[in-house]
């Protein structure tokens, strides 16, 4: 079926992740006019890494993070976008390397985190992950940390289950609770470690924030936050 595949795809005009458009035989996964789109995020808040206003972070203003800092390699631009929709749905294993490719320029160019001595992807519910079939923030973390050599621990994070988590609590219990979705696997050790959690997307950062509350509740000396794109 693999074979097949490849050989129906030696017969396919390569087309740009971010527009649709055939791609020129110098061109790559992207069109020009796509890859002029895309540039890596700057002037940021060094702690949340939202773009800088004129009056300094209004997102650290109003919320507490755990995290220590957090970092996007681009903003969420209709390109981005794209290639994240393709991600999810289509072309998995292929835009998971690109992405892992540009994180790697990324921390390359800007050495943003200290020490990495672990990386871990936010997990996705079960329940979810069963019906999609994988997740994506793993397939993110395996490539970045293939490139960078960082230990991949894809176990250490689990969800607890729906019914464990949810039905006792009301909306506003539930959002008080910030860790109380998730649990950590008490094979490892990670008291006085620096991980680096990975995700797709970071919008409100609720989800990483609860993961790093977690793990600072263990004693990890640093949480940094790494998502290919930035909501606004
Ligand atoms: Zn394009
Ligand atoms: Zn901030």
């Given at each position: 079926?693999?074979?097949?595949?490849?050989f129906?795809?030696?017969?396919?005009?390569?087309?740009?992740?971010?527009?649709?458009?055939?791609?020129?035989?110098?061109?790559?996964?992207?069109?020009s006019?796509?890859?002029?789109?895309?540039?890596?995020?700057?002037?940021?808040?060094?702690?949340?890494?939202?773009?800088?206003?004129?009056?300094?972070?209004?997102?650290?203003?109003n919320?507490?993070?755990?995290?220590?800092?957090?970092?996007?390699?681009?903003?969420?631009?209709?390109?981005?976008?794209?290639?994240?929709?393709?991600?999810?749905?289509?072309?998995?294993?292929?835009?998971?390397?690109?992405?892992?490719?540009?994180?790697?320029?990324y921390?390359?160019?800007?050495?943003?985190?200290?020490?990495?001595?672990?990386?871990?992807?936010?997990?996705?519910?079960?329940?979810?992950?069963?019906?999609?079939?994988?997740?994506?923030?793993?397939?993110?973390?395996?490539?970045?940390?293939?490139?960078?050599?960082?230990?991949?621990?894809?176990?250490?994070?689990?969800?607890?289950?729906?019914?464990?988590?949810?039905?006792?609590?009301?909306?506003?219990?539930?959002?008080?609770?910030v860790?109380?979705?998730?649990?950590?696997?008490?094979?490892?050790s990670?008291?006085?470690?620096?991980?680096?959690?990975?995700?797709d997307?970071?919008?409100?950062?609720?989800?990483?924030?609860?993961?790093?509350?977690?793990?600072?509740?263990?004693?990890?000396?640093?949480?940094?936050?790494?998502?290919?794109?930035?909501?606004l």
């Amino acid at each position: 079926m693999n074979i097949l595949k490849t050989f129906i795809g030696l017969f396919l005009p390569k087309i740009c992740l971010g527009c649709d458009k055939q791609l020129l035989k110098n061109e790559n996964f992207l069109c020009s006019n796509c890859t002029n789109s895309i540039t890596f995020l700057e002037n940021i808040c060094p702690i949340c890494g939202a773009p800088e206003t004129e009056h300094g972070c209004k997102v650290c203003g109003n919320h507490k993070f755990f995290f220590d800092k957090a970092r996007s390699v681009f903003i969420f631009s209709t390109t981005i976008q794209k290639m994240i929709h393709e991600f999810k749905y289509n072309e998995m294993t292929r835009i998971a390397k690109i992405f892992g490719k540009l994180s790697q320029e990324y921390f390359e160019k800007y050495q943003p985190f200290d020490y990495i001595d672990y990386i871990i992807p936010v997990p996705l519910h079960r329940v979810r992950k069963r019906s999609r079939g994988f997740n994506q923030a793993e397939l993110l973390a395996r490539e970045i940390s293939k490139r960078m050599n960082w230990e991949y621990l894809p176990n250490l994070i689990k969800r607890k289950r729906f019914t464990e988590t949810q039905t006792k609590l009301n909306r506003e219990q539930r959002k008080e609770n910030v860790s109380f979705a998730f649990k950590i696997n008490p094979e490892y050790s990670i008291k006085g470690k620096n991980i680096l959690l990975v995700d797709d997307v970071f919008t409100t950062g609720s989800t990483t924030n609860s993961i790093a509350a977690v793990l600072k509740g263990e004693q990890v000396n640093k949480v940094y936050v790494l998502t290919i794109a930035r909501a606004l």
